[in-house]
């Protein structure tokens, strides 16, 4: 890639250049900086924040939190039961690492400022609560972050877009080239941090190599073009984890109430044919369901029920929540639901016959799954997929809603191969001296299904990994 002369040229230095402003990116500069090191961070968007300012509760095991609500968690146990998940396909020194820096992390963002309302409990299965749930959520985290970075001296450059990683003679990182506003800039600098998030918007390298990609995937995440993983790449960076998505499925894109009830035990999911395909409890593990759509037709369900169950969510609340703890009544659902039929992203009819043809599905078809489906319910087992007898309710009562879902997915996970001190990998295995990977962009911590029984992991990822790549990197850039 050959370097532009033709627009003005600023030169900048530093001990650390961080590409990415997000949670990863934020939590290496504040952790460089309380070590003394000169921080220039880039931040392609106006304001910082990435995907985290979207995300909801942080993993974390041994938090003072933990601790003053008496919650007996474990460091050793989480570590093995990630590994265990992946099938040790992820590398368990990373695992590790994260998951013993991740009680620490909390105690840290508390002592900036960030409260902590509760610790919640994702899946029904779960032991002990390790779901930390900040005050104000990502967005609240984001704010403090880039406030100590102000405090700190840290310099943020906003609308500053990384376009190559520089480096020396003998491989070494020396620093970045990026663009700012028509203006270049060259940062020298000691050690470069890569946290610039994944490729979710970047459609070419999603269908290289994610091997179930439709057109009708789905990104909830911001559209990341994978900047940071292709100027890694270039100056020789290993692989790891490509085609890994945190999957969210199946999903409604449309009216949070809706998008809640497209996700609820209670109604029951076919694919295009008009057949059911899986339990739908699944749906309080969404990676897992998601891989159950991704064996439909098309990546393609349809959430059904009735009035009575539409009325449920409304009097009694919901049975999981998303975004929204169980019991949460929806008192707008009704016109929100023919708000969407509207739209054509929801079908309501007296008719399952009509409701098939909508679908595209035989009416037969999907008439003897309805009857089966409420012979289960009647009689208090499912013989096919064995839900949970409590969630069984039988869909009698008309009108009758279908609701058209996808394949979605929060964003990708991994790409560039590190190690556990979150150093950056060449093709041999051995660290590019100088430089880091944080966040989403690095590999080798999560599988090809994204863990729910560690829920929260990729927000405490991002801020883990970016504390331990910040105090390396910094600790590397002193020995120079």
């Given amino acids: 890639m050959g370097e532009s002369r033709t627009k003005a040229q600023e030169n900048l230095k530093a001990d650390i250049a961080i590409i990415g402003g997000g949670g990863g990116g934020l939590a290496a500069a504040v952790a460089a900086a309380e070590k003394g090191a000169k921080i220039v961070l880039l931040e392609k968007r106006r304001k910082a924040g990435g995907d985290t300012a979207l995300a909801g509760g942080i993993f ?39 998951v013993y820096k991740s009680g620490d992390t909390i105690d840290w963002l508390e002592k900036m400022g960030v409260k902590f309302e509760e610790i919640g409990q994702y899946l029904p299965i779960q032991g002990p609560r390790i779901f930390h749930l900040p005050r104000g959520l990502g967005a609240a985290v984001v704010k403090v972050l880039a ?151 098309d990546k393609i369900s349809y959430a059904l029920f009735d009035e009575k169950i539409k009325q449920s969510f409304i009097e009694e609340g919901l049975i999981k929540g998303y975004r929204e703890p169980p019991l949460t009544k929806l008192a707008k659902l009704g016109e929100r639901l023919q708000g969407e039929a509207d739209k054509g992203r929801v079908k309501i009819s007296d008719s399952w016959e009509e409701i098939a043809r909508w679908i595209g599905a035989d009416p037969k078809t999907l008439k003897n799954t309805i009857d089966e489906y409420n012979f289960f319910c009647n009689h208090g087992y499912d013989e096919d997929f064995f839900k949970d007898s409590r969630v069984l309710v039988p869909i009698q009562t008309p009108p009758y809603y279908a609701l058209k879902c996808y394949q979605g997915f929060l964003g990708t996970i991994g790409g560039i191969k590190i190690n556990y001190h979150m150093q950056i990998l060449n093709q041999q295995d051995d660290p590019i001296p100088g430089l880091y990977g944080a966040g989403s962009v690095a590999g080798g911590w999560e599988s090809d299904t994204y863990c729910l029984q560690l829920s929260g992991s990729a927000f405490g990822f991002a801020l883990n990994s970016g504390r331990i790549a910040g105090e390396n990197a910094a600790q590397y850039g002193a020995r120079k």
């Fill in 147 to 297: 406030k100590k970075c102000q405090d700190l001296g840290v310099r943020l450059l906003y609308e500053t877009a990384a376009k190559r990683i520089l480096t020396g003679k003998s491989g070494n990182v020396t620093g970045i080239l990026a663009i700012a506003k028509e203006k270049e800039l060259r940062i020298t600098a000691k050690s470069v941090i890569i946290a610039s998030g994944g490729y979710a918007g970047n459609k070419e390298l999603l269908k290289k190599y994610y091997p179930f990609y439709t057109e009708g995937l789905r990104a909830i995440g911001l559209p990341h073009m994978g900047d940071g993983l292709l100027m890694a790449i270039e100056i020789g960076a290993a692989t790891e984890g490509l085609g890994t998505l945190l999957l969210r499925g199946p999903y409604f894109p449309g009216s949070m109430d809706v998008i809640h009830v497209a996700m609820e035990p209670n109604t029951i999911w076919v694919n295009n044919r008009g057949e059911r395909f899986v339990d739908e409890m699944t749906g309080f593990n969404w990676p897992e369901a998601a891989n159950a759509l991704n064996r439909q037709p």
């Fill in 60 to 98: 974390a095991v041994g938090s003072s939190v933990q601790r003053r609500l008496r919650t007996d968690a474990r460091e050793d146990e989480y570590i093995k039961a990630a590994i265990s998940y992946s099938h040790w396909k992820t590398d368990p020194r990373i695992v590790r690492a994260f």
